[in-house]
């Protein structure tokens, strides 16, 4: 079994920031990409940015030069930090890894999806 956590959500005035954080555990060996989706209300769900067991990153453009992805390999955690945060980065956040489990020669990777943590930027 493996559970991915989410945490760090909550209500912040437009120009403030928050730092989100994800924690995958259980029966792992390895993680490989970690990332953070959200889904504004209404919509569908976007990616905002993802970073590689390397820690090679990529953001959506909505979010470029504002938004900062990084990752504890050894705590199998990713962090989003926010800065400059905007009305329309209201959303439902969610946190997405890839996982190996069993054996470390030959994993079995598997998809996993966090519940969601909710931010929400006041005008």
């Known amino acids: 079994q493996v559970q991915v956590v989410e945490s760090g959500g909550g209500l912040v005035r437009a120009g403030g920031s928050l730092e989100l954080s994800c924690a995958a555990s259980?029966?792992?060996?390895?993680?490989?990409?970690m990332r953070w989706y959200r889904q504004p209300p209404g919509k569908q769900r976007e990616l905002v940015a993802s970073i590689t067991r390397g820690g090679r990153t990529k953001y959506g453009d909505s979010v470029k030069d504002r938004f900062t992805i990084s990752r504890d390999n050894a705590k199998n955690t990713v962090y989003l930090q926010m800065n400059s945060l905007k009305p329309e980065d209201t959303a439902l956040y969610y946190c997405?890894?890839?996982?190996?489990?069993?054996?470390?020669?030959?994993?079995?990777?598997?998809?996993?999806w966090g519940q969601g943590t909710q931010v929400t930027v006041s005008s």
């Open positions: 997405y890894a890839e996982v190996g489990s069993g054996s470390y020669a030959y994993p079995d990777w598997n998809d996993y």
């Open positions: 259980g029966s792992i060996v390895l993680v490989n990409d």
